[in-house]
């Protein structure tokens, strides 16, 4: 979860969410006007399992001394494909429902970024993933018409893992494109995506691969696969936007890794203040000037090529049970890697738990949403990471949308948290 390459010149404003069967493609196209601007959220936990967002799913192993089960590769390679298929898909018939949908509508959320990995659109059915999301992905498409939302198809999992998390689908090594038909199963996938993009007009872009790391897979490789996805979706979906991930790497470095004349493209960057421990000491107030000031290098990365900040969160703490991947603690309160709180005295209980936030915490938590809504908008909006997590609350937009935290509509350029840029 970093910074990714993203899509801007998707949508129009879903005013008060009305139920209206809209061809959104059609009514405004891949246009930039002056009004338009992201305000999505992640469909995460659905096609791409997370043990920190569904523990419930992984639960049974939580007390195995050296679970086998890490991802979702291994939970389907333990299971075995019958018993895998029969969880997964009473996960996929329920984890995202109409009223989700609507209720994100009503929110005055525009956008749904949709994460599904390569082993649901071109598999290779000697590996251990099972099949059968599709059903399921053209079911929300057909709802995000009917809400007037657009979507972004995120592929969010490559072969071999193209960063190492379990996010990825397989957590471990960075072995995407090590292998020969690698690239080809990679581009496969984007050819089922875009195949779908024709049929759904809610469809408006398709992100290319989402956070390769720049550590394991060279840069000019992620370069070559970038170009040959442009090329490839254009030539069957020519209206769609191609979202692509900044690969962890500075503004300053994607001046030579993409051309600049890649029109229908945009950079999606992912910002996180809670996986390095120099970002969890911030005090509060820091928190705030980081997130203002991150509105800058938005516009640095917008004055190249359109941007949107595609993931991020209200969290400070990484103490979301299994955040750091399953089996795993958390830095802040020193029960992963160190063994020392990040901060004297850090503990995780109540972090999580929005019931137990007192009104120093609540109001902080707003005006740290209404910060990042308001520097992402200085670009071309935002995603938010999740719509909702079984007991995450700071990662569960719904949940905190509700309780009053984020505002109702969440328009950032009105809120003057940051000053004038």
């Known amino acids: 979860m970093h910074i990714s390459l993203l899509v801007a010149t998707l949508l129009t404003i879903a005013a008060g969410g009305s139920k209206n069967i809209v061809d959104a493609a059609a009514a405004h196209g891949l246009r930039r006007h002056p009004t338009d601007v992201v305000r999505g959220v992640n469909l995460g936990g659905l096609f791409v399992l997370e043990p920190w967002i569904t523990p419930s799913l992984f639960s049974e192993w939580e007390h195995a001394p050296q679970s086998a089960v890490v991802d979702e590769w291994s939970y389907c390679a333990v299971l075995g494909k019958p018993e895998c298929q029969r969880r997964l898909h009473a996960h996929w018939a329920s984890w995202v429902q109409e009223s989700d949908i609507g ?252 019931s137990t936030w007192n009104t120093e915490k609540r109001l902080f938590m707003r005006n740290f949403a209404m910060a990042q809504f308001q520097a992402y908008e200085k670009a071309n909006g935002w995603v938010f990471w999740n719509f909702k997590t079984e007991n995450a609350d700071a990662w569960n937009y719904i949940k905190l949308a509700q309780a009053g935290i984020i505002p109702n509509p969440p328009v950032g350029s009105s809120f003057g948290v940051c000053p004038a840029f």
């Open 103 to 354: 209720t994100l509508a009503s929110m005055n959320i525009n956008t749904l970024r949709i994460p599904i990995g390569y082993w649901a659109l071109a598999p290779n059915m000697a590996e251990p993933y099972v099949q059968g999301q599709i059903p399921y992905l053209r079911r929300i498409l057909d709802w995000a018409a009917e809400y007037n939302l657009r979507v972004i198809l995120d592929l969010h999992g490559v072969p071999g893992s193209q960063n190492g998390f379990d996010n990825s689908g397989r957590r471990g090594e960075i072995n995407w494109t090590k292998t020969p038909t690698d690239m080809r199963q990679s581009l496969d996938s984007l050819a089922v995506l875009a195949r779908l993009a024709n049929d759904h007009r809610s469809v408006a872009a398709i992100q290319a691969v989402n956070e390769p790391a720049n550590w394991g897979v060279p840069k000019g490789v992620i370069t070559q696969y970038y170009l040959q996805a442009y090329q490839l979706v254009k030539s069957i979906a020519p209206r769609i936007t191609l979202v692509f991930h900044d690969a962890f790497l500075p503004e300053s470095e994607w001046s030579e890794l993409l051309p600049a004349n890649m029109t229908g493209s945009y950079l999606d960057t992912h910002i996180y203040h809670v996986f390095s421990e120099d970002l969890l000491r911030l005090s509060d107030a820091s928190h705030l000037l980081k997130a203002c000031s991150d509105g800058e290098m938005l516009k640095r990365f917008n004055a190249r090529s359109p941007a949107i900040c595609g993931e991020f969160s209200l969290a400070t703490t990484d103490c979301a049970r299994w955040l750091n991947g399953f089996q795993r603690g958390a830095r802040w309160d020193g029960t992963y890697l160190t063994g020392k709180p990040v901060v004297p005295g850090g503990i995780c209980a109540g972090q999580e738990d929005l």
